[in-house]
């Protein structure tokens, strides 16, 4: 088996959280669930970099350093998130969350991450 199918898999449950973050925060969910989901977020998500970032450096992918970087943005970014919570109402929250770039981090797993994962394949990683 290939070791971009456990990636693959995390990809596919990333988004899946994050669509329920995005259902959580329209639907104005509780604030403790939605502390709840973006903490379980936060924590795939760092799990799913470490995961990625070690195989990057296995299969010698030349663009990691530029990888690593998007990676530690979008953990920033996640917390920022968590942060504007503590601080603000549900109303700004919300209206903050909608301009939060969402549509980044999909778009850095369809594309930035499919490339990594179609390196891996290509160097013939197993597990």
Known sequence: MSDAQPIGRQHRE????????????????????????????????????????????????????SHR???AQMVDDALHLKGKLDYVGDEMFTEWFNHWPFSRVLAHIQYADRQVEDYIIRAGMRQ
């Open 69 to 71: 970087n998007m990676h």
């Open 14 to 65: 990333l988004v899946s959280m994050l669509e329920r973050l995005n259902d959580a925060v329209k639907n104005r969910e509780s604030r403790e669930e939605i502390y709840r989901i973006i903490d379980a977020v936060i924590a795939s998500t760092r799990l799913h970099f470490a995961t990625e970032e070690q195989l990057m450096i296995q299969c010698g992918y030349p663009e990691i350093e």
